[in-house]
């Protein structure tokens, strides 16, 4: 893979470990301040800025062990754009101690702001 590409999914792995962790720090330092996003808790409206994001991460993190993986990861760079596509697995224990796996399926737009790739637009749905 080309190190452009890794670079991309490994600062995808960076933000989706902040989310699982409630990490605003990391989260926000790599997002754009302007992010936009259509995600499930939207109820399907634009969302613009971090201040919707913010809420949820106040919340707090997953609750004990858990593990996230991109399946099928595809990185598509355009000059100091890329989109980065992928289905997010996450495995976790349910409140009874059972393994449960959920999914969705992302789309993660980056674009390179002075010198540095900033997460700018995303998109997430519900796995079937």
């Not at 101690?97 to 519900?126: D, I, Y």
Request: proline share 5%; net charge negative; with cysteine.
């Amino acid at each position: 893979m080309p190190p452009a590409e890794q670079e991309l999914l490994d600062l995808t792995q960076r933000l989706l470990d902040s989310i699982m962790r409630a990490d605003w720090q990391t989260y926000a330092a790599l997002c754009a301040a302007d992010i936009t996003a259509f995600e499930p808790e939207a109820l399907g409206h634009l969302v613009e800025g971090m201040a919707f994001h913010r809420f949820y991460f106040e919340r707090g993190g997953i609750q004990g062990p858990y593990h996230v993986t991109m399946a099928s990861p595809h990185v598509r760079i355009m000059g100091d754009a890329a989109v980065v596509s992928y289905v997010r697995l996450v495995q976790r224990l349910d409140a009874a101690g059972n393994p449960v796996t959920t999914q969705s399926l992302e789309t993660r737009v980056w674009q390179r702001q002075n010198g540095a790739w900033r997460h700018v637009h995303f998109h997430r749905s519900p796995g079937a």
